[in-house]
């Protein structure tokens, strides 16, 4: 708070001409009554337009399989949940508890081409599992959209309903799921794909038939379902693939907790915890906009560009800009002499070969 008003009492801000003197109580008084619901329209409203300019960018696929995907699902999105910090509780009713209480539950949908949430909601209850939130999951996801998620949604009536509703998904097979093979689609070293029957000793087995499809990798056997049952529109060979990008969710809300700081919340208003949720993923669109125009600018997939050294650059270009520098960000942080900003990753060591399934004829 300290921070904000000195800021506000040196430099125009927004849409003040001027510097203005304010006082921290009341700033703090002004975010305690200011509606985050603007915040929340706001990110809802720029986030079609960021979608559109990433689309209209020269495609970059970063895999033939992401390539392969969009040829036949309307969307490639990520699911997952992630939970809030503890509240700030030296003021207000908070200040007489013994431990601070968390903040709630955010929910998260993230399209895994563009890499910007799709949707983004928030829960009261920290504690809750992300069964819970399946409903709710359901209702914002469009019919043909390929739905990835990790086994914390695992659970059959989810299934079933995502089947029913035009939804394909793909999960990793819980270890001790009892299945029946009702057909082999295919087979070779390393890999199986089969059509099973899931839940067979349970008294509500899963109602729809899904597909299993098991990748052998350094010895040990991945287990990947799925109702994508046809093999020509989603092959055996691109399943590992896709279900490696949902780590690009956990990045995303890894993003928005370390580096644009919503792991520490400054309030334990609920109001002041929604302004700082929807400022935070309104700065995270932006920057994955401003990262996928530098890698455009660069001709290289969206992945190789850091966006934590994005985001540290944008200080040097602004004392740049002050300086008279009258480059736009992209042209800067993606100048060959700004290089040592480190935007650009650095290319690692060759690590083993990910999964991977080789079909014969």
């Given amino acids: 708070m300290a921070e904000l008003v000195r800021l506000l009492e040196r430099e125009p801000l927004l849409w ?41 960018r ?41 431990a601070p209480p968390l903040a709630g539950k955010l929910w998260g949908m993230l399209d895994l081409v563009t890499l910007l949430p799709a949707h983004l909601w928030t829960g009261d209850d920290p504690q809750q599992n992300e069964k819970a939130g399946c409903p709710e999951v359901l209702a914002r996801t469009p019919r ?33 799921s009892a299945y029946t093979v009702v057909q082999t689609l295919g087979s070779g070293t390393g890999w199986r794909d089969s059509l099973i029957q ?35 529109i989603l092959p055996a ?7 490696r990008r949902r780590w690009h969710i956990e990045t995303a809300f890894l993003t928005v907790k370390r580096l ?6 400054w309030t334990g208003a609920d109001n002041g915890v929604q302004l700082q949720l929807w400022a935070t993923w309104l700065l995270y669109a932006v920057l994955v906009d401003l990262c996928d125009e530098i890698a455009e600018h ?29 480059r736009s960000p992209v042209a800067y942080l993606a100048a060959p002499e700004n290089a ?9 060591k060759p690590r083993p070969a990910p999964l991977t399934i080789a079909i014969g004829a």
């Fill in 16 to 56: 003040l001409p001027q510097a203005i003197r304010v006082s921290e109580q009341g700033v703090n008084q002004r975010l305690r009554c200011l509606p985050a619901a603007l915040f929340e329209q706001l990110v809802l409203a720029v986030l079609p337009d960021l979608t559109a300019r990433a689309r209209a």
């Fill in 58 to 98: 020269q495609p970059r696929p970063p895999s033939a399989a992401v390539a392969r995907a969009q040829r036949h699902f309307t969307h490639l999105w990520a699911v997952d949940a992630a939970t809030l910090e503890a509240l700030f509780r030296k003021v207000g009713a908070l200040r007489g508890l013994a």
């Fill in 144 to 176: 043909d959209t390929l739905l990835v998620f990790d086994m914390g949604f695992f659970a059959f009536p989810f299934f079933d309903d995502l089947t029913e509703a035009g939804v394909f998904f793909l999960t990793r097979l819980r270890e001790k």
């Fill in 198 to 232: 899931l839940g067979v000793y349970r008294s509500n087995p899963c109602r729809c038939r899904l597909r299993l499809v098991e990748v052998r990798h350094a010895g040990t056997w991945y287990r990947y379902l799925t109702n994508g049952l046809e093999p020509a």
């Fill in 237 to 243: 060979a691109d399943v590992a693939e896709l279900y």
């Fill in 260 to 265: 644009l700081g919503l792991s520490y919340l």
């Fill in 298 to 326: 660069l001709g290289v997939a969206t992945e190789r560009v850091s966006r934590e050294m994005v985001f540290r650059g944008l200080y040097h270009y602004a004392v740049a800009r002050a300086n008279g520098d009258p």
């Fill in 340 to 348: 040592d900003l480190g935007v650009l990753k650095r290319r690692r």
